[in-house]
């Protein structure tokens, strides 16, 4: 009899997992499919990285890609990175608590550095590949951010940009057809 009850006690209980499981992001308010939002310092410094990498790979693109179309992204690319990279200058300027990275990190300079060795149809499928890959880590950065940064000023800028990301997403996977 023990037994069948303990039996019956572990299937409900497993019955039941899922369905509060579903319910801890609601209390919470964190989406654990978007992730919680990044502090402060790790925004400014992946978007920045993010631009960076951007504009470093687009610039290649102008001269390396095969292709008119990726060409004309990479234009795009570049004009629309240095404008957020020059706006996100003027929110963090003044401020001692967060600073702006002055280079790409390893990890992104090693990206930039193994496209710049590529030419031709080699160079525009990882240019491509590497626009829209970027474009989903950026819209979630600054989709998560936007909803849970602690910065308002930051948060604004997150919100204003967001559409532009989303664009430029959409962009990248036409790019990749």
Do not use: C
Not at 14 to 38: D, H, R
Request: charged share 25%.
């Amino acid at each position: 009899m023990n037994k069948l009850l303990f039996a019956t006690g572990a299937v409900f209980l497993a019955a039941l997992a899922p369905a509060f499981a579903q319910s801890v992001p609601e209390k919470t308010g964190i989406n654990t499919a978007m992730g919680i939002a990044p502090k402060t310092q790790d925004f400014i410094t992946e978007a920045a990285q993010s631009d960076m990498l951007e504009i470093g790979s687009s610039k290649l693109a102008l001269t390396k890609s095969d292709s008119d179309k990726t060409r004309q992204f990479a234009d795009r690319m570049i004009k629309d990175h240095t404008a957020t990279s020059d706006e996100l200058k003027g929110v963090v300027s003044g401020k001692t608590s967060v600073s702006l990275p002055a280079a790409m990190d390893k990890a992104h300079q090693d990206k930039l550095d193994r496209l710049a060795k590529l030419g031709g149809k080699d160079f525009t499928k990882r240019y491509n590949e590497m626009q829209l890959s970027a474009h989903k880590d950026a819209v979630s950065l600054f989709e998560r951010y936007a909803k849970g940064g602690d910065n308002p000023e930051l948060k604004a800028f997150a919100s204003k940009h967001l559409p532009h990301l989303q664009q430029h997403l959409t962009m990248a996977q036409d790019l990749n057809k």
